[in-house]
């Protein structure tokens, strides 16, 4: 176990270079002027050129990518051109704030889509046919419109949750639910639909197998039957679904923050890319490729607890 | 069974229902109560709420890059200030005096004053910041007429200048007569907790960088009266639709407003009014000695293009009450505008045809300019059909706005269209006209030079005729086709009074509670 977890984290390690430093060159051969950009319109040539020494921008491209990766390898990731935040503290700061979102959004669609799904396959007929239009209508629809109408009624008319801003957990529980609700109820949207009819997929072949004949057979009630066995069989592939809709709700969050003015880690990631924030850039870089590494072992490893043949593949 | 069904789905529904309206105490906030998120009133202990586009990204003295200048001038008091009519007022310096030929101003410091440190405001410590920000980035533009700065004694400070310069005391009343503690100046710690000695101070624990940055009132600054609010509480909102929806749910009490917008906020829970004149939009035509376009380099052809510009039609149609039509690049509310001179150059496309004919360009050119989604967009297809009058061909090229100042200072375009933001004083709109990407091509003439010397070198009582004729030469020579200018609205909650200063965005003077 322990070289198969030494491994995966090695890999991990390689992607965040392979990833730095592809992203590293991208960003420097889009040329963004940040110097004039941080300076604006009426900045002469000579302030912009000072300006640029002092962010380390004449430097060859090879200079500023080892002079980073010295940095990295000392924990530090620089220091935002723009904001002038270390890019660590930002990151620590803000991934709570995107991860309190994307968590309640995969719980809103682990639960809604699993619901869905089981009464999918369970029931079939009309009640079927409803729950699949209402997914395909969910999966088109999109996430932007959504939150607007959202806003809409529940900030602006009711005036039961904030429309922009982030209360901490530990501050004040309620108010951080009120605050993270609408922005997840947006990003869970896509995954609900997607999800759910993979639920219903894998659990509609597990209750056509012979061992499910055999239990009914046996006596085996029916919910039993569905939830303690086929669900058990079913959930592998809807698993892999799952982590799948971790990583694109936690891209979508991008978008979400700026509609909600959340101060997260994808409205750092959209600012830091228009800008061409460099050192903030590849610390959301870094803090992605992890995340999405440790995601992912952790759904292997919940793949493994679930079906045991997973473990020897 | 199905009738289960229905009612287990029915009480998910009800359920995620009442999850939300659970929120209801915490979440708007809107009504009242002075914490954070939701607006109150009540003189000293208010807070007032509200949003910033940009996060400030260096709070150090001559660093300052951020959006609007609020937060730092809040915590830094400015040398002079700036009086809701564009006069300037003592602050810092309680008085000054120009010597007879403008090129010394000295400043007596005002007595007893301390920053947040306990360091005193002295003499020593205004020339140490005014010293900072002629080296600094962001100020030293607005400095470059100084070549000296002295602490003469305790009080008093010698500004020394290499040659007049009108816009010297504007420029103090800016971020670039901002005044710091000494005892931090240099200190990498400025960048993000800032000493000063202005009206508020920074409150660390209620400020998360990038996001929300609190204000606590300083009750020792010298005029803390000024300033109602206890506490002020800025939410970095980059999305306008973002800040559009935090302000009609009470979470922000003061928003600028698009033009066509008013209809959105209720007359009984908010208060729309006209700002002041913003900023100037037009054509920069960049290229007068005509080295990619010939043509721009003969004044009968820039002087067509203004005649041609049917500034009325465009701001009607396309400024959707915004704009307000202009031939004058100078603040309207400026002594270097001209009444005088607005019908000069207005709409007559038959005299248009004749100076193209006249400067032999009967046929027309081309010209290429940048464009930018949201900016230039809405008015291309203006300026294809009135230039294409007298024949300009126009190819617009989609650039994004990260990289349009660049690729106009790297002279890639012989005009462009753009909104240039009001400087607070004549000489600074000159100024702000004539530098940088507004001048990328570095033209100038001796008779401009000439102009602005003069106007610079003027007694106070004799600058407002001195930049007038500067204007008039601007007019005259055709250097810029402007279209209009912005006229701001703003929108407040109705327990918030806004008065519109003479520059946006410098100070929270303006705001005061409605009771």
Same mark, same amino acid.
């Given at each position: 176990m322990l070289p198969y977890l030494f491994r995966r984290l090695g890999a991990g390690i390689v992607l965040v270079f392979l990833v730095t430093g592809i992203t590293f060159a991208l960003t420097y051969t889009a040329d963004i002027p940040v110097a004039r950009n941080i300076l604006g319109p009426q900045a002469t040539d000579e302030q912009i050129a000072i300006l640029n020494a002092r962010l380390g921008l004449d430097k060859p491209l090879w200079e500023q990518y080892t002079d980073w990766l010295g940095g990295l390898f000392h924990g530090d990731l620089g220091k935002s051109y723009f904001s002038g935040q270390d890019v660590t503290d930002a990151l620590t700061s803000r991934l709570p704030v995107t991860l309190s979102v994307v968590v309640v959004a995969m719980i809103i669609t682990l639960l809604a889509s699993t619901a869905l799904g089981i009464a999918s396959a369970a029931r079939r007929g009309w009640l079927d046919n409803l729950l699949q239009g209402i997914s395909t209508i969910s999966f088109v629809f999109p996430g932007i419109i959504l939150g607007i109408a959202l806003v809409y009624v529940f900030a602006i008319e009711l005036r039961w949750v904030p429309a922009t801003g982030y209360t901490k957990l530990a501050d004040d529980p309620r108010a951080w639910f009120s605050s993270v609700i609408l922005p997840a109820i947006v990003l869970s949207i896509g995954g609900i639909a997607a999800l759910a009819a993979q639920v219903r997929g894998s659990l509609i072949d597990e209750l056509d197998r012979e061992y499910v004949r055999t239990l009914r057979a046996r006596g085996v009630s029916e919910r039993s039957l569905l939830l303690k066995h086929a669900l058990r069989n079913a959930a592998g592939p809807a698993l892999t679904t799952f982590s799948l809709q971790f990583i694109s709700i936690f891209g979508a969050a991008l978008f979400v923050e700026k509609i909600f003015a959340l101060p997260g880690y994808g409205s750092y990631a959209f600012n830091a890319t228009l800008q061409g924030d460099l050192p903030a850039l590849l610390g959301v870089t870094v803090f992605g490729v992890l995340l999405v590494v440790i995601v992912n072992l952790l759904v292997d490893l919940a793949q493994g607890w679930l079906n045991p043949k997973a473990r020897l593949a | 069974m199905k009738f289960k069904a229905l009612a287990r789905t029915g009480a998910v529904a009800v359920a995620l229902a009442l999850a939300l309206s659970a929120c209801t105490s915490d979440g708007g906030d809107s009504d009242g109560g002075d914490s954070e998120g939701g607006n109150s009133s009540g003189g000293g202990t208010a807070t007032l709420n509200l949003a910033t586009g940009t996060p400030p990204a260096d709070f150090r003295i001559g660093a300052w890059t951020g959006g609007e200048a609020y937060l730092f001038l809040s915590v830094y008091d400015t040398v002079v200030s700036l009086s809701p009519d564009g006069e300037v007022e003592p602050n810092i310096a309680e008085t000054f005096e120009y010597n007879a030929d403008n090129t010394e101003l000295t400043l007596h410091i005002r007595d007893g004053m301390t920053f947040t440190d306990d360091t005193p405001v002295d003499a020593a410590a205004v020339a140490a910041s005014l010293n900072a920000s002629k080296e600094g980035v962001a100020t030293s533009g607005r400095l470059a007429s100084v070549s000296g700065v002295e602490a003469t004694d305790e009080s008093t400070v010698v500004v020394t200048l290499s040659a007049p310069d009108a816009g010297l005391l504007a420029a103090l009343a800016s971020i670039a007569g901002a005044v710091g503690s000494p005892e931090v100046l240099e200190d990498e710690s400025s960048q993000l907790e800032p000493v000063g000695s202005g009206p508020y101070t920074l409150d660390q624990a209620g400020t998360v960088v990038g996001s929300t940055y609190t204000l606590q009132r300083n009750g020792d600054n010298w005029d803390a009266d000024s300033y109602p609010f206890s506490t002020v509480v800025f939410q970095v909102i980059s999305d306008t639709t973002a800040v559009q929806n935090a302000m009609l749910s009470g979470q922000i009490d003061y928003s600028g407003l698009q033009a066509g917008q008013e209809s959105l906020y209720p007359e009984d829970q908010f208060t729309i009014g006209d700002g002041a004149p913003q900023a100037v939009a037009g &054509?920069? $035509? $960049? /290229?007068r000695a005509g080295t990619?376009?010939? *043509? &721009? *380099? /003969?004044v009968r052809v820039r002087q067509a293009i203004n005649l041609a510009l049917d500034r009325e039609t465009i701001a009607e149609t396309l400024g959707q009450g915004g704009v307000v039509p202009t031939n004058q690049v100078m603040d309207p509310r400026g002594d270097a505008y001209s009444e005088e001179l607005v /019908?000069?150059?207005?709409?007559d496309l038959d005299r248009a045809k004749d100076l193209m004919a006249e400067a032999g360009y009967s046929d027309g050119f081309s010209v290429t300019m940048p464009s930018i989604q949201g900016l230039t967009t809405t008015f291309e297809s203006a300026f294809d059909q009135q230039f294409g009058e007298i024949g300009i061909d126009i190819t617009w090229e989609p650039i994004t706005f990260q990289d349009f100042q660049a690729r106009i200072a790297a002279r890639n375009y012989p005009m462009f269209f753009f909104f240039n933001g009001y400087a607070g004083t004549d000489s600074g709109d000159v100024q702000a006209n004539t530098s940088a990407i507004f001048n990328a091509f570095d033209q100038t003439t001796p008779e401009f030079e000439q102009l602005v010397t003069t106007a610079n070198a003027a007694p106070l009582d004799q600058q407002d005729d001195a930049f007038r004729a500067v204007n008039e030469y601007f007019v005259d020579q055709a250097w810029f086709a402007p279209l209009g200018y912005a006229q701001g609205k703003f929108v407040t909650a109705k327990d918030i009074v806004f008065t519109p200063p003479y520059i946006t965005a410098q100070t929270l003077r303006p705001f005061a509670p409605a009771d």
């Amino acid at each position: 176990m322990l070289p198969y977890l030494f491994r995966r984290l090695g890999a991990g390690i390689v992607l965040v270079f392979l990833v730095t430093g592809i992203t590293f060159a991208l960003t420097y051969t889009a040329d963004i002027p940040v110097a004039r950009n941080i300076l604006g319109p009426q900045a002469t040539d000579e302030q912009i050129a000072i300006l640029n020494a002092r962010l380390g921008l004449d430097k060859p491209l090879w200079e500023q990518y080892t002079d980073w990766l010295g940095g990295l390898f000392h924990g530090d990731l620089g220091k935002s051109y723009f904001s002038g935040q270390d890019v660590t503290d930002a990151l620590t700061s803000r991934l709570p704030v995107t991860l309190s979102v994307v968590v309640v959004a995969m719980i809103i669609t682990l639960l809604a889509s699993t619901a869905l799904g089981i009464a999918s396959a369970a029931r079939r007929g009309w009640l079927d046919n409803l729950l699949q239009g209402i997914s395909t209508i969910s999966f088109v629809f999109p996430g932007i419109i959504l939150g607007i109408a959202l806003v809409y009624v529940f900030a602006i008319e009711l005036r039961w949750v904030p429309a922009t801003g982030y209360t901490k957990l530990a501050d004040d529980p309620r108010a951080w639910f009120s605050s993270v609700i609408l922005p997840a109820i947006v990003l869970s949207i896509g995954g609900i639909a997607a999800l759910a009819a993979q639920v219903r997929g894998s659990l509609i072949d597990e209750l056509d197998r012979e061992y499910v004949r055999t239990l009914r057979a046996r006596g085996v009630s029916e919910r039993s039957l569905l939830l303690k066995h086929a669900l058990r069989n079913a959930a592998g592939p809807a698993l892999t679904t799952f982590s799948l809709q971790f990583i694109s709700i936690f891209g979508a969050a991008l978008f979400v923050e700026k509609i909600f003015a959340l101060p997260g880690y994808g409205s750092y990631a959209f600012n830091a890319t228009l800008q061409g924030d460099l050192p903030a850039l590849l610390g959301v870089t870094v803090f992605g490729v992890l995340l999405v590494v440790i995601v992912n072992l952790l759904v292997d490893l919940a793949q493994g607890w679930l079906n045991p043949k997973a473990r020897l593949a | 069974m199905k009738f289960k069904a229905l009612a287990r789905t029915g009480a998910v529904a009800v359920a995620l229902a009442l999850a939300l309206s659970a929120c209801t105490s915490d979440g708007g906030d809107s009504d009242g109560g002075d914490s954070e998120g939701g607006n109150s009133s009540g003189g000293g202990t208010a807070t007032l709420n509200l949003a910033t586009g940009t996060p400030p990204a260096d709070f150090r003295i001559g660093a300052w890059t951020g959006g609007e200048a609020y937060l730092f001038l809040s915590v830094y008091d400015t040398v002079v200030s700036l009086s809701p009519d564009g006069e300037v007022e003592p602050n810092i310096a309680e008085t000054f005096e120009y010597n007879a030929d403008n090129t010394e101003l000295t400043l007596h410091i005002r007595d007893g004053m301390t920053f947040t440190d306990d360091t005193p405001v002295d003499a020593a410590a205004v020339a140490a910041s005014l010293n900072a920000s002629k080296e600094g980035v962001a100020t030293s533009g607005r400095l470059a007429s100084v070549s000296g700065v002295e602490a003469t004694d305790e009080s008093t400070v010698v500004v020394t200048l290499s040659a007049p310069d009108a816009g010297l005391l504007a420029a103090l009343a800016s971020i670039a007569g901002a005044v710091g503690s000494p005892e931090v100046l240099e200190d990498e710690s400025s960048q993000l907790e800032p000493v000063g000695s202005g009206p508020y101070t920074l409150d660390q624990a209620g400020t998360v960088v990038g996001s929300t940055y609190t204000l606590q009132r300083n009750g020792d600054n010298w005029d803390a009266d000024s300033y109602p609010f206890s506490t002020v509480v800025f939410q970095v909102i980059s999305d306008t639709t973002a800040v559009q929806n935090a302000m009609l749910s009470g979470q922000i009490d003061y928003s600028g407003l698009q033009a066509g917008q008013e209809s959105l906020y209720p007359e009984d829970q908010f208060t729309i009014g006209d700002g002041a004149p913003q900023a100037v939009a037009g &054509l920069w $035509l $960049l /290229d007068r000695a005509g080295t990619i376009v010939p *043509a &721009l *380099a /003969d004044v009968r052809v820039r002087q067509a293009i203004n005649l041609a510009l049917d500034r009325e039609t465009i701001a009607e149609t396309l400024g959707q009450g915004g704009v307000v039509p202009t031939n004058q690049v100078m603040d309207p509310r400026g002594d270097a505008y001209s009444e005088e001179l607005v /019908d000069e150059q207005s709409f007559d496309l038959d005299r248009a045809k004749d100076l193209m004919a006249e400067a032999g360009y009967s046929d027309g050119f081309s010209v290429t300019m940048p464009s930018i989604q949201g900016l230039t967009t809405t008015f291309e297809s203006a300026f294809d059909q009135q230039f294409g009058e007298i024949g300009i061909d126009i190819t617009w090229e989609p650039i994004t706005f990260q990289d349009f100042q660049a690729r106009i200072a790297a002279r890639n375009y012989p005009m462009f269209f753009f909104f240039n933001g009001y400087a607070g004083t004549d000489s600074g709109d000159v100024q702000a006209n004539t530098s940088a990407i507004f001048n990328a091509f570095d033209q100038t003439t001796p008779e401009f030079e000439q102009l602005v010397t003069t106007a610079n070198a003027a007694p106070l009582d004799q600058q407002d005729d001195a930049f007038r004729a500067v204007n008039e030469y601007f007019v005259d020579q055709a250097w810029f086709a402007p279209l209009g200018y912005a006229q701001g609205k703003f929108v407040t909650a109705k327990d918030i009074v806004f008065t519109p200063p003479y520059i946006t965005a410098q100070t929270l003077r303006p705001f005061a509670p409605a009771d």
